[in-house]
């Protein structure tokens, strides 16, 4: 900074001080005068007393205390730092002003932004441009992407290294939504004397308005299986609202459902979508606008979805074929999206059961083998002679955990899955069995499924399309009249149904009980009479079931695959914030898992901004897997790209972030944070349309002060060294003279 420079001499002395210090001075130099004259005025006699009086006059110039002062005044004007925001929810329309023209619906409201377009002009600032050097500034700046509004941000970058910034005026709704809080900025303006001057803009009430919050579309779906299509709306109406919601697929399909939007709140809904073709489609919904809303650009969300034409590959391990396994067998080998193998291991024949393609003649005892597997069901089959061993028991461990397969659990009243209980698969059954009653309970009247809270919400129980629909099919369904000694459900599992009427000193009985082993699910279904269901209706609900469960534990496995690589990610419906967990199962060029070697996915966000992640091998004995992190900050389509360095191999792979960004339009302002932060720093909050007060008040800010250096002369080194010096050189020369 350029600045002007004034040198002086001051004194901090009290008079009486100063009258003895000039009679003891003098009082020296006649003692002096004396001296010389008694020498008959002798030359070196001469020099001696007047470095006697020029010490004593020292002394008395240091007993007044004197300072060195330099006064460093700056010559260029202070800066006044203008920062208005321009992020999303400076889009809202809700600032009424008396000039301002009023819109189509009647209503005298402009935009926050349109707002405070005055403080971007020029001639606003134009009376006080002679006394300050005016910096506007936008933030975001025109052109950044960042993922919401960072006002401490916006006040620490009007600080620069000069420190020339004497005033900062804000204008902003106060919608902070990311970065430290902007008090503490507030607080360092204060420690430098910098006030804030804030122009709170906006409404703090809500606008009337309905917004379509969330489209959580899955990554992919099968064609010719119907997909449910979630969405979220919020309303800030005080009265519930009757919309019928309309979602197009990008092929021209249109879906409408009628939904009642709760008052001041978030409803949720649903539409089943039935893809006929393979290919890549975007669904949008639409909400129609309410009469009273000022808002509607929020009312319509879209999200990419890619429908693919292939088969699930399943595994059904049986011991012997009862009728759960005759009609799941049945059911799988009808779905078009998914080929089953069947391995039936009865223990009293000497040769593996069977006799179609689909029947395999053993198991698959090596990685490659069994890594194809999406979904493999263990029905009434244990550890023992002709059933599993210890070795297939650890491989079906291993599908589970680091290959995203699923596994099912099917009990019979053989009681031989008890005997897993010993067995690496013991941490995946989801619940804790009685092992001294192996032949389970049955009984001769019919027993019914009652579904849970989280049974209602879960894809997997959805025999229905509405809610009320399913539970009337629940509890219509034909019952069973055997269940396995289940005690309780697990810690970490989540129990979609129970026994309608038994239960223990845990509760209701658990009858299907999911949970998350690694990167895989596993189910357990405690009776084997689900084939019932077809009474009357056939395959309606059964085949519907079984294909949901399928579909459900081979969905992460299958967002995207290649010849040698596998990847998949959770949750699979990732939101803004969120740390995504990215997984690739990687194949070496001989065929078997990748053991060590440097995979990377390079991310790239809707924005363009890209990011490599390098992938972390799991372990020897992980099949392959690599994992990592990924933080998320905006919504949308995210490419991937997944690469072996020491395979060559590389897969492209899309993700897209549910919700909208941290930035929202319609939401009410916040001046309260506005108003903390100019009482911290002392400035003073000033209403959008008194422009011409707040431009008064920043006239009145001080200049600022001339920075000044003071060296204290009477207590600094080098004076006292001098006096030192100059003591000596006087003893020297009385002596040298022969006076003492």
Not at 358 to 382: A, C, H, M, W
Request: aromatic fraction near 8%; charge should be neutral.
């Amino acid at each position: 900074m350029d600045s002007s420079q004034q040198n002086f001499l001051t004194f901090s002395s009290a008079p009486w001080l100063v009258a003895v210090s000039c009679c003891t001075l003098l009082i020296a130099i006649t003692l002096s005068y004396w001296n010389w004259r008694r020498s008959k005025f002798r030359s070196d006699v001469l020099g001696l007393e007047t470095l006697r009086c020029l010490i004593i006059g020292a002394i008395i110039v240091l007993l007044n205390q004197p300072e060195w002062t330099q006064e460093f005044r700056p010559t260029e004007k202070p800066r006044l730092v203008v920062l208005v925001d321009r992020s999303r929810s400076m889009e809202t329309q809700d600032v009424a002003t008396s000039t301002t023209a009023k819109n189509s619906d009647g209503n005298r409201v402009v935009s926050r932004s349109e707002a405070t377009q005055p403080l971007l002009l020029t001639d606003t600032w134009k009376s006080i441009a002679q006394r300050f050097q005016i910096d506007v500034r936008q933030f975001p700046a025109e052109g950044e992407s960042v993922p919401g509004t960072d006002l401490h941000a916006a006040l620490e970058g009007a600080i620069d290294a000069t420190n020339r910034t004497q005033a900062v005026v804000l204008a902003s709704d106060g919608d902070w939504t990311t970065g430290s809080a902007p008090i503490n900025a507030a607080m360092k303006y204060r420690s430098m004397g910098i006030p804030i001057f804030t122009v709170p803009v906006g409404s703090p009430k809500r606008l009337p308005d309905l917004e379509m919050l969330s489209l959580d579309v899955p990554t992919f779906g099968i064609a010719g299986k119907s997909l449910r299509i979630p969405f979220t709306i919020e309303s800030s109406f005080p009265r519930d609202h009757v919309a019928n919601v309309t979602v197009v697929a990008s092929d021209g399909e249109k879906m409408t459902q009628e939904v009642r939007i709760a008052a001041m709140g978030r409803t949720s809904d649903s539409v089943v979508w039935l893809p006929k073709e393979a290919g890549d489609y975007t669904i949008q919904v639409d909400l129609p606008q309410h009469p009273d809303e000022l808002l509607n650009s929020n009312n319509t969300l879209s999200a990419p979805i890619a429908i693919r034409q292939e088969k699930l590959q399943v595994l059904v391990i049986e011991t012997y074929p009862r009728w759960e396994y005759r009609y799941l067998r049945n059911a799988l080998s009808r779905d078009p999206g998914v080929e089953v193998s069947c391995l039936l291991l009865h223990p009293e024949l000497s040769k593996v059961g069977g006799g179609n393609r689909d029947y395999l003649k053993e198991f698959p005892n090596t990685q490659e083998e069994l890594s194809k597997y999406d979904v493999v069901f263990l029905g009434d089959i244990g550890v023992g002679n002709n059933q599993l061993t210890e070795e297939q028991c650890k491989l079906l461990q291993g599908l589970v955990e680091f290959q995203a397969s699923g596994l099912v659990f099917l009990p019979g009243p053989q009681g031989n899955q008890l005997s897993l209980g010993d067995t690496k698969l013991e941490s995946l059954i989801p619940v804790v069995v009685d092992s001294n009653l192996p032949a389970g309970y049955g009984q001769r009247d019919a027993m019914h499924f009652e579904l849970t809270e989280s049974g209602r919400r879960s894809l997997l129980t959805k025999l229905a399309d509405t809610e009320d629909e399913n539970l009337s099919v629940w509890s219509t369904l034909p019952g069973f009249q055997w269940h396995a000694p289940v005690i309780r459900a697990k810690a970490g599992t989540e129990t979609l149904s129970v026994h309608q009427e038994t239960s223990n000193e845990f509760g209701r009985l658990p009858m299907i009980v999911t949970k998350t082993f690694g990167a895989g699910k596993v189910l357990f279904m405690a009776t084997d009479g689900a084939w019932r269901w077809r009474k009357g209706v056939e395959d309606k609900y059964h085949y519907r079931f079984w294909g949901q469960v399928v579909r459900w534990m081979a969905y992460q496995r299958n967002m995207a695959k290649g010849e040698s690589i596998r990847f998949y990610y959770s949750p699979d419906q990732p939101n803004v914030g969120q740390a995504i967990s990215l997984k690739a199962n990687v194949m070496s060029n001989s065929g078997e898992p990748l053991v060590t070697g440097e995979v990377t996915a390079k991310m790239e966000a809707p924005s363009g901004k890209s990011e490599v992640v390098r992938l972390q091998s799991a372990g020897a004995e992980s099949w392959g897997l690599f994992e990592g992190r990924y933080p998320i900050k905006e919504p949308g389509l995210h490419k991937v790209l997944i690469a072996s360095r020491e395979t060559g191999a590389k897969l492209d792979a899309t993700f897209f972030v549910q919700g909208t960004s941290q930035e929202r339009v319609g939401l009410a302002a916040k001046p309260k944070i506005l108003e903390e932060i100019s009482k911290v720093s002392r400035g003073e909050t000033v209403a959008v349309d008194r422009l011409s007060t707040l431009i008064q008040l920043v006239g009145q800010v001080p200049d600022p002060p001339s920075m000044v250096k003071r060296w204290q002369l009477w207590a600094h080194p080098w004076m006292m060294t001098v006096l030192a010096v100059l003591l000596t050189a006087f003893w020297i020369g009385r002596k040298w003279i022969g006076m003492l």
